[in-house]
């Protein structure tokens, strides 16, 4: 069964770092494009960030310079490492497979990160 | 590119057919446009890919139509479990989500 499961949430205070894993199975991500989008509370939803095959990075503007997306291929594992962090960046974060760079499906079933003094 | 989603709320009964929009500011190419739905508490999950491809196990009930900015997520006849949020998104140009369109009980 393909499954994708996030952990690594917490309340976390402006300016701290938090590092955010996803663990899949049934399928290889270092095969895969993968992703993370975001949800803050009661909104809608925001792409984060992607990771291609190849290894390439794409970050939504909000995020640049701020979050690293990465992955371990021996653990089949995806990582968002989100530094300096904001009040702003409060969301459920979700990761997801991007069916050949395009449409994500499935998603993980979210972890929440609560950024607040 | 910004996707906008109308309307912001449809109240309709069961049985009811659903139409929502999803207007984008330019020309999504290749109609690189998907549909997702998400529940309370849930992940969101892929209905629509390609404007109107339907993904594995979605109901024929559900079908998406458009080119260009303008497209469409049709519910043919709500059944009580489709009452729920749902999002267009584009992956023409990076990836952009509108803000989603309510679908309530009436």
């Known amino acids: 069964e393909v499954q994708l499961v996030e952990s690594g949430g917490g309340l976390m205070q402006p300016g701290g770092s938090l590092r955010l894993s996803c663990a899949a199975s049934?399928?290889?991500?270092?095969?895969?494009?993968m992703t993370w989008v975001r949800q803050a509370p009661g909104k809608g939803l925001e792409w984060v960030s992607i990771?291609?095959?190849?290894?390439?990075?794409y970050y939504a503007d909000s995020v640049k310079g701020r979050f690293t997306i990465s992955r371990d291929t021996s653990k089949n594992m995806l990582f968002l490492q989100m530094n300096s962090l904001r009040v702003e960046d409060t969301a459920v974060y979700y990761c997801?497979?991007?069916?050949?760079?395009?449409?994500?499906?499935?998603w993980g079933q979210g972890a929440l990160v609560t950024v607040s003094s | 590119i910004v996707l906008t989603q109308s309307p912001g709320t449809l109240s309709l009964s069961p049985g009811e057919r659903a139409t929502l929009s999803c207007r984008a500011s330019?020309?999504?190419?290749?109609?690189?446009l998907a549909w997702y739905q998400q529940k309370p508490g849930q992940a969101p999950r892929v209905l629509i890919s390609?404007?109107?491809s339907r993904a594995a196990g979605i109901p024929d009930r559900f079908s998406g139509s458009g080119s260009g900015t303008d497209f469409t997520l049709t519910i043919s006849r709500l059944e009580p479990e489709d009452f729920a949020v749902y999002y267009c998104?584009?992956?023409?140009?990076?990836?952009?989500f509108g803000q989603g369109t309510k679908v309530e009980i009436k």
């Open positions: 998104q584009q992956y023409g140009s990076l990836w952009t």
């Open positions: 390609g404007a109107s």
């Open positions: 049934g399928f290889t991500v270092s095969t895969n494009y």
């Open positions: 330019q020309s999504v190419s290749n109609n690189y």
């Open positions: 990771i291609y095959r190849s290894g390439t990075t």
């Open positions: 997801a497979r991007a069916q050949s760079g395009n449409w994500f499906d499935p």
